[in-house]
């Protein structure tokens, strides 16, 4: 029997450890949820300013240049907003629109604080609940729910890069793909893994070079 990563988009198979320490969700997808809650810090400052931040060019007598700031935009201000009182969580996906971050963020915070007896997060503040729901993540990967958080967070991740503009972004790997051979790789900012669009695997760069090793020595 291969027990296999229950994130919906994803089908690794788990590894023995994963197995073993008890994970329902397999390590690439664990840091693919890392990876969008250590970005809500930096997504906050954009939204709040109200304004975008050119990325610096190479250009060094340049300082970066500020466009005017955002209109009022009701997507934004839904964001970042309070959350609504007596919100609940929606796992049939019925809700319609966007929760603001502090409510979906705020939501799975409290799931685990019900569920585990732990100390929650210092602050109410959306850089304050990402960073702890990130200290949890590996009791998270065990919950048979881990799944619904993996989309819940990649789809609010979505969101606020649709607004915040805060771009990504992703390389070629001039390597064919372990598993499916093909030149498909590609590598994304602050992402740990190297993966595949053809086939969806991922590899860190160890696995990579172990791959490259015995490639050359067949
Ligand atoms: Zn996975
Ligand atoms: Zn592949």
């Not at 007596?86 to 629109?97: E, I, K, L, S, W």
């Not at 799944?147 to 070629?172: C, H, K, N, P, Q």
């Not at 499916?180 to 590598?187: G, I, N, T, V």
């Not at 740990?192 to 860190?204: A, D, E, I, K, S």
Request: charged residues 20%.
């Amino acid at each position: 029997m291969t027990a296999v990563c229950i994130s919906e988009p994803c089908s690794r198979s788990l590894r023995d450890h994963e197995l073993a320490a008890g994970q329902l969700l397999c390590d690439p997808c664990v840091h693919q949820i890392r990876r969008w809650l250590a970005a809500i810090p930096a997504a906050m400052t954009v939204l709040r300013d109200g304004s975008m931040q050119r990325e610096r060019t190479g250009d060094a007598g340049r300082t970066g240049t500020r466009e005017a700031p955002l209109p009022c935009r009701l997507d934004t201000l839904s964001l970042i907003g309070p959350a609504a009182s007596g919100t609940v969580r929606d796992p049939h996906g019925d809700q319609v629109g966007q929760q603001p971050i502090i409510g979906t963020l705020g939501s799975w915070v409290r799931l685990v604080l019900e569920e585990r007896h732990v100390d929650g997060p210092a602050a109410w503040t959306p850089e304050a609940l990402a960073g702890w729901l990130a200290s949890q993540l590996g009791w998270i990967s065990q919950q048979g729910w881990a799944s619904e958080a993996y989309t819940e967070l990649r789809d609010l991740t979505w969101a606020i890069r649709g607004i915040a503009r805060v771009e990504v972004r992703t390389r070629a790997v001039s390597r064919p793909c372990p598993a499916c051979e093909l030149l498909s790789l590609q590598q994304t900012d602050w992402d740990r893994y190297v993966r595949c669009t053809n086939c969806g695997g991922c590899w860190t760069a160890d696995e990579l070079n172990h791959d490259a090793e015995r490639r050359a020595a067949a």
